[in-house]
């Protein structure tokens, strides 16, 4: 077949469900119309850990418009069997109103369900429970760590010993909640055994298939609808305790159930980004050329579940030496499951090693872009595959003209407007590239116009748009003959929305079944003895605004409409699909190159972030319009984790103390200055048949080790810790 026309793809269209945000015609989990629905509001645990002793529900149940308040006493069994299809961590899952057990503060512990609100929320102020309270273990330091995963190539710790040069340094980052504009939020229905709920997710089949395991019913059994999400950054991509709650007071009271949780009950409802603790060694000759690594890295989990992230791979493939050890250890604590947060583990690991380097750099007196130059990797080392593309000496050399970085002053605190210190500062990035198998449903109508339909979520990255340019160019349609749906466990099945999978992973299945589509529409045409097509050679033929003609004569030819109209054809339709291959032939990754540059008070020690450039090695690029405001949000996320986001922990009863907006601090407009992204020309084909790999986390990862080296060039001093505080620096 011809190649499509690509009119849709690449251009900078705006958003196809913009207006019906900005006029509040998109519907949110909490906002579905549910005739008869009930409220619910859960009652949290008030102590880290321990045993519930009593329930007092008397008050409560008494309360106008309370109807019931369910707990372990009274709860129906679950059977919570065992569902290896989710993206739960190993462990027992937490298993709400099961048992008495107390396993951090905030946890679940009754729900009262009410005609109202307001009732709902006195009502469970009303909730008198007792525990036997033991002292909770919250703190990383004070805990075991578990056994370690380990990682090793050549011999690290000799490689250090024989290093001209060796660094030993440690590095702490804080817990980072994602704090999404939309709360968590589902609407459960029971009719019969089949189970609907509206819910707020960033994985539609992880929700159906952990409602079926919860509640033993079939898959089809249960549907998910979540159209629209208004915010995640990671949190919805497990079902939380609130949705399980949700469908079984909605069972208990036989009516629909709607649970929002509160702002402060996202804080230990839903998980976070885990604390870490990170040692980073190394060893290099005096010319900069690294000879090892060795790196010890430890984070919090839940007592219950053990959860990991993606850590290790930067260590193992980033840069070129011959030693790397690695030992990535877990600590069991009394707290929630953490949960994946944008740019899961690569954020964390750039930030250790991207600070490390700079300090190397400057020991040696070496440009800190000439550095990595010199430790580029003609290939990955850790699994000899060849690069399907890397083209991080392109974003060093794009982004230090851009920026300016000639104007970098080599010696830090030498630059000063007035009582700023002035300092630039740069870093590397890394995400590796995911696909996963998915699957699309098209749709071509009579009338010419097409749907589209996927189980997929839209968090805010333009889910909408962006596969509705694919299905535009492969079907040959106008962006207006397309409606594309998503969010609903009716449609095909697809993969967690995150880890920069989706575009990859459903975009690569709407092209295959819009692809399908067409192509049924020309052999139709071509052996049709009434079309102008018919005859032709079936690969010289493309399709342009709903009309096929021959490429080489745009005049022979006819409209979709006419073809089926005159075949009796209501549609035609096909099924997409994408599957990566079970073995890599190459190494698929997305990078950039971040540029930072801060201005930091001598006398208090505030750090305010002047200006930001990210230049971006991530393939083919659907939408840029959609891509840039990708860039600015990994941009603001990254200003959060070097200088704001700080969940802190009573580590008496294991009570957050800054679960609000107002203490929790996170970028606000005062704190986003000039950012700018560029995007490199690409397409790797190796990753997927779009050319395309992901751009959604790498975005965000090397930009907070991009301003701490920033500060550094500002002010000589070198922080550690996330965040950096004005404390630090004076």
């Avoid at 009930?38 to 519930?52: C, E, F, P, Q, Y």
Wanted: one cysteine or more; glycine letters at 8%.
């Amino acid at each position: 077949m011809s190649p499509q026309p690509q009119a849709a793809v690449g251009a900078p269209l705006s958003r196809v469900d913009g207006r019906l945000k900005v006029t509040g015609k998109a519907r949110y989990a909490a906002e579905h119309d549910v005739k008869g629905a009930l409220h619910a509001v859960m009652v949290d645990a008030s102590v880290g850990r321990g045993r519930i002793t009593s329930i007092d529900t008397r008050a409560a149940e008494a309360h106008s418009g309370v109807l019931r308040v369910i707990h372990h006493r009274n709860a129906p069994k679950l059977p919570y069997k065992d569902n290896k299809a989710s993206n739960n961590p190993p462990g027992r899952r937490l298993r709400v109103f099961q048992d008495d057990r107390v396993l951090f503060h905030g946890q679940p512990v009754a729900v009262v369900v009410a005609t109202s609100l307001e009732a709902a929320q006195h009502g469970a102020s009303l909730v008198e429970i007792r525990y036997d309270a033991e002292q909770p273990s919250t703190e990383l330091a004070e805990a075991q760590a578990g056994d370690p995963t380990n990682y090793a190539r050549g011999d690290a710790d000799a490689g250090i010993r024989s290093a001209a040069v060796r660094l030993d340094l440690t590095y702490r980052m804080a817990r980072n909640h994602h704090n999404p504009m939309e709360p968590h939020a589902t609407i459960a229905r029971w009719d019969g055994d089949k189970l609907t709920v509206w819910d707020k997710t960033q994985w539609i089949v992880g929700t159906q298939t952990e409602l079926s395991t919860v509640f033993d019913v079939p898959l089809d059994s249960v549907r998910v609808i979540s159209p629209f999400v208004g915010g995640a950054f990671g949190s919805g991509l497990r079902c939380w305790p609130h949705t399980v709650v949700a469908a079984l007071a909605a069972r208990v009271t036989k009516r629909p159930v709607k649970l929002v949780l509160s702002r402060k009950q996202l804080y230990f409802g839903t998980g976070f980004r885990p604390a870490y603790e990170y040692r980073l060694r190394l060893g290099s000759d005096r010319r900069g050329r690294l000879r090892a690594m060795v790196h010890e890295m430890e984070h919090e989990t839940s007592s219950y579940e053990t959860f990991v992230e993606g850590i290790l791979e930067p260590g193992q493939m980033l840069y070129s030496m011959p030693d790397v050890r690695q030992a990535y250890r877990t600590v069991a604590l009394d707290v929630n499951t953490p949960i994946w947060m944008r740019g899961p583990g690569p954020a964390t690991a750039s930030y250790v090693i991207e600070s490390a380097l700079d300090e190397l750099a400057d020991q040696l007196g070496i440009d800190p872009i000439e550095l990595r130059r010199r430790n580029e990797p003609a290939e990955d080392e850790s699994s000899g595959l060849p690069w399907s593309t890397r083209r991080l000496r392109e974003c060093y050399t794009v982004g230090a003209r851009e920026f300016g970085w000639d104007r970098r002053s080599t010696r830090p605190r030498s630059r000063r407007e007035g009582d700023w210190l002035i300092g630039m500062g740069m870093a590397t990035g890394v995400y590796h590239t995911a696909r996963a198998p998915a699957e699309a449903r098209v749709q071509l109508d009579a009338d010419g116009t097409a749907v589209v339909e996927t189980a997929t979520s839209d968090m805010g990255p333009g889910t909408y748009t962006s596969h509705t340019q694919v299905a535009a160019d492969a079907l040959g349609l106008t962006m207006r003959a397309v409606r594309f749906r998503l969010g609903d466990s009716l449609y095909p099945q697809t993969p967690p929305h995150g880890g920069s999978m989706t575009m990859a992973s459903v975009g690569s299945a709407v092209l295959d079944g819009c692809n399908k589509v067409r192509q049924q529409a020309i052999k139709l045409a071509v052996e049709d003895r009434e079309s102008p097509l018919y005859g032709v050679p079936a690969e010289g033929v493309v399709v342009r605004s709903g009309r096929l003609h021959l490429r080489s004569n745009t005049t022979r030819g006819e409209t979709y409409q006419r073809l089926l109209a005159r075949n009796n054809r209501s549609a035609l339709e096909a099924r997409g699909s994408f599957a990566p291959p079970s073995s890599e032939r190459h190494s698929l990754h997305a990078y950039n190159a971040t540029f930072a540059e801060v201005a930091v008070d001598a006398t208090l020690g505030l750090v305010r972030v002047r200006r930001i450039l990210g230049v971006y090695d991530a393939g083919r690029i659907i939408s840029p319009k959609l891509a840039e405001s990708q860039a600015i949000g990994g941009m603001v996320g990254g200003i959060g984790q070097a200088l704001l986001e700080h969940t802190v922990t009573d580590h008496r009863d294991g009570r957050i103390v800054n679960a609000d907006l107002a203490n929790y601090l996170v970028p606000v407009n005062a704190d986003v200055p000039d950012l700018k992204a560029i995007y490199l020309d690409g397409d790797d084909r190796e990753a997927d048949p779009l050319g395309v790999k992901g751009l959604g986390e790498v975005v965000m990862v090397g930009v907070a080790p991009a301003i701490a080296n920033a500060v550094f060039n500002a002010t000589g001093r070198r922080v550690r810790d996330l965040p950096i505080t004005a404390e630090a620096l004076l």
